[in-house]
């Protein structure tokens, strides 16, 4: 079992940043691939970004070039560094963990920007 808990969501200024984070717990950390979601009103959830164990990365192009994925094994956390946030990345973000081909989801934060 792997728990995933999501914070740092809120209410920002079309332009403005905010940065992501999810703790995962109750497993070995660096063993796990990372990825955060998003899923906007009336729409599928879709992919953002996620960081392998090994840290390789891959980003929507939708959001390439102003959102990082990034990870920090000592502390069981991975981070969604979002700029330049635009209206239409209004959304729930979820992190999700995948360990051993099962995926384990948090409860998702808020994202809203404002134009």
């Known amino acids: 079992q792997v728990q995933v808990v999501e914070s740092g969501g809120g209410l920002v200024q079309a332009g403005g940043s905010l940065r992501l984070s999810c703790a995962a717990s109750?497993?070995?950390?660096?063993?796990?691939?990372m990825a955060w979601f998003r899923q906007a009103p009336g729409k599928q959830r879709e992919l953002v970004a996620q960081?392998?164990?090994?840290?390789?990365?891959n980003v929507a192009d939708s959001v390439k070039g102003r959102f990082t994925i990034s990870r920090d094994n000592a502390k069981n956390t991975v981070y969604l560094q979002m700029t330049s946030l635009k209206p239409e990345d209004t959304a729930v973000y979820y992190c999700?963990?995948?360990?051993?081909?099962?995926?384990?989801w948090g409860q998702g934060t808020q994202v809203t920007v404002s134009s």
């Open positions: 109750g497993s070995i950390f660096s063993d796990i691939t």
């Open positions: 960081i392998t164990s090994g840290g390789s990365t």
């Open positions: 999700k963990a995948i360990r051993l081909g099962w995926p384990y």
